[in-house]
């Protein structure tokens, strides 16, 4: 069975344990939850998880609160996520390093992350199976039905009055 959440909660593995924890993120493809709130992080840990992000395609959750993570930290998470493939929660309270711009600005990677999964999601659904080609007569009348262009009048037509919509198809 593969390991789906890591609590590493006030172990105090600073930037270096950090950086160890970003490699396994590289490469890991089942961990869900990541927990790493209270582990003395700076904006050099918060730079290579960030890094970590940028290769992971699992990670839904990720707490970084009670950190020492700053403005650089911050800008790093936010490149991070952009386009994360499946990241939905990320807790930061508790960085007084971090200003409220900082902070605004991973969270609006973070909801421009999901708002492009959500709208990737609705275009998938949204594709239209290709239709097979027809020969140039049969498309000119499908697309003068669809576009309800009347077609030529022909001698036959002229003596009979008008066509309905749909005849002779």
């Known amino acids: 069975t593969a390991l789906t959440e890591l609590n590493l909660q006030g172990n105090d593995i600073g930037n270096a344990g950090a950086e160890a924890v970003a490699r396994g993120l590289r490469e890991n493809t089942a961990l869900a939850t990541l927990n790493l709130q209270g582990n003395g992080i700076g904006a050099a840990g918060a730079e290579a ?9 699992a990670l839904t959750e990720l707490d970084l609160r009670n950190n020492g993570i700053g403005a650089a930290g911050a800008e790093a998470l936010a490149g991070g996520l952009l386009g994360h493939p499946s990241m939905e929660r990320l807790h930061l309270d508790g960085n007084p390093r971090m200003d409220a711009a900082a902070k605004a600005s991973v969270e609006s990677a973070l909801r421009a992350a999901i708002k492009a999964r959500k709208e990737a999601r609705l275009n998938a659904l949204l594709v239209v199976p290709k239709l097979p080609l027809l020969p140039e007569p049969q498309m000119l009348a499908v697309q003068r039905y669809l576009t309800l262009l009347p077609e ?5 037509q002229q003596t009979r009055g008008p066509r309905r919509l749909g005849s002779g198809l």
């Open 152 to 156: 030529e009048p022909d001698a036959a």
């Open 49 to 57: 998880v960030a890094g970590g992000l940028l290769e992971n395609t």
